[in-house]
Structures are given as structure tokens and as C-alpha cells.
């Protein structure tokens, strides 16, 4: 293990529509910056139902993609480029699983059993893997990471 260095990797997190209408995002920041993650990129935006229905396309065929997209529309959400070495499975970590009621008996302490209700309400999201991290940034960000960077879904 002495000789493994861990990359430094970026990820996507997004605050959902729950989260932001609970004022959760900043104590969510605050968790964040206290577990060593830097924020490269923060905006918030209104999702409309065909960037949603893109954003999470791998689960278009799921009998729950209707409800999550009404879910992930129903109010502005906060979309942050965390970084820092292993970001995208310590984010994971950090958030807890998927259903927020599992979370707040077997992971009391994440976000999701913070914030999230069950297993559609769940507050947060993370990447899921290198390919995913690099696909939802630059499906809301620029690829390059120098000054000025536009965003992208600006007007949504
Ligand atoms: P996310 O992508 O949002 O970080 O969540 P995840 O990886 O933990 O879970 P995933 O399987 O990717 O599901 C995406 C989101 O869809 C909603 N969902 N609803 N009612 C259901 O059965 C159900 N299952 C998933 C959740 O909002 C979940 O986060
Ligand atoms: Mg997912």
C-alpha cells in the first residue's frame, strides 16, 4: 500500500431538488469541505424533463425513470465538480446507498440519511465511476477546467 498513490480524480455531485427546498446545501457544503474535497465548479440550475431524461438515459427503461424525472424537475438543484484524490468512491462513500430510509439504520452518518426520504427522495447524487464522473461533467461544464469556463446548460 506504500507505494500506491491515489489520483486525484474529479466527480459530479448534484443536490437535489429535496435537498435545495430543505436547505440542506450548506451543511452538504460544509460535509464536503471538511472531508478534504475541493468545489472546481458550482451552479444551480432548473433541470427541464429533457436533460434529465439525458443525464440519467441509462435508466430510461426502468419503471421509475417517469418519477424520477418529475422528482428531478420539481425544483432547482445544486451541481458541483468535487475534487480531490479518489473523489468518485469516497463521494460515493459519503452519500450512503441509494435508499435514504436504508441509509438512516445501516449509514447514519451520510447524506442521504441526513437529508433523503426514501428510495426515490434521496438528496444527493454521486458519479458512479470514472466513466460516468467524465460524462455528467462535461454534461454540465466545459471539458477544459481553465479560467472563464461557460456553462453550458446555462439557460435551463
Ligand atoms: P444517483 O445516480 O442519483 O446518484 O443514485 P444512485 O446511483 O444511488 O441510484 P441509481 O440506481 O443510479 O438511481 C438513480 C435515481 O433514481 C431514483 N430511483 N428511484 N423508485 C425506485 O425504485 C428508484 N430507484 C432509483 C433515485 O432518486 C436514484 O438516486
Ligand atoms: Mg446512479
Not at 60 to 82: A, D, E, H, Q
Request: with cysteine.
Amino acid at each position: 500500500l506504500a507505494n500506491v498513490e491515489l489520483e486525484t480524480e474529479r466527480t459530479l455531485a448534484i443536490v437535489k431538488p429535496d435537498g435545495v427546498f430543505g436547505n440542506y446545501t450548506s451543511s452538504i457544503r460544509k460535509i464536503i469541505l471538511d472531508s478534504g474535497f475541493s468545489i472546481q465548479r458550482e451552479a444551480t440550475l432548473h433541470l427541464d424533463e429533457d436533460s434529465v431524461r439525458s443525464f440519467y438515459a441509462e435508466h430510461s427503461t426502468k419503471s421509475f425513470f417517469p418519477n424520477l424525472v418529475k422528482y428531478m424537475t420539481s425544483g432547482p438543484v445544486l451541481i458541483m465538480v468535487l475534487q480531490k484524490a479518489n473523489a468518485i468512491a469516497d463521494w460515493r462513500t459519503l452519500i450512503g446507498p441509494t435508499d435514504a430510509r436504508k441509509a438512516k439504520s445501516t449509514h447514519p452518518d451520510s447524506i442521504r440519511a441526513m437529508c433523503g426520504e426514501d428510495l426515490e427522495r434521496n438528496c444527493v447524487h454521486g458519479s458512479d465511476s470514472y466513466e460516468s464522473a467524465a460524462r455528467e461533467i462535461s454534461f454540465f461544464f466545459t471539458q477544459t477546467f481553465s479560467e472563464g469556463t461557460i456553462l453550458k446548460h446555462d439557460e435551463l
